[in-house]
């Protein structure tokens, strides 16, 4: 079973910068990509960022230029690093991954790990 664990959310000032860090464990699978989206309160979940096995990044509009999505394909993990935070970025944010295991491939969520923006 392949699970992911996300971590580096926390409470910070606006304008301020966190990074948040996911990593899938378990045995027996590859990750073809990796990314970021998040629940703001009251809101449906939204895509952040994503970056494929071979790098590939893609960003939401209002994440391009703050954000940026890294990974460490060794680690079989993803990072997002967030600067210039807003309180509009106040959201549960989620990892997830499409992996490959045991001959099939699937898409996994992490718990979520809650970011707050205070003005």
């Known amino acids: 079973q392949v699970q992911l664990v996300e971590s580096g959310g926390g409470l910070v000032q606006a304008g301020g910068s966190l990074r948040l860090s996911c990593a899938a464990s378990?045995?027996?699978?590859?990750?073809?990509?990796m990314g970021w989206y998040r629940q703001p309160p009251g809101k449906q979940r939204e895509l952040v960022a994503t970056?494929?096995?071979?790098?590939?990044?893609n960003y939401a509009s209002d994440g391009e230029g703050r954000f940026t999505i890294s990974g460490d394909g060794a680690k079989n993990a993803v990072y997002l690093q967030m600067n210039s935070l807003k309180p509009e970025d106040t959201a549960v944010y989620y990892c997830?991954?499409?992996?490959?295991?045991?001959?099939?491939?699937?898409?996994?969520w992490g718990p979520g790990t809650q970011v707050t923006v205070s003005s």
């Open positions: 997830n991954a499409e992996v490959r295991t045991l001959g099939r491939t699937i898409n996994i």
């Open positions: 378990g045995s027996r699978f590859s990750v073809n990509f």
């Open positions: 970056i494929t096995r071979g790098g590939n990044t």
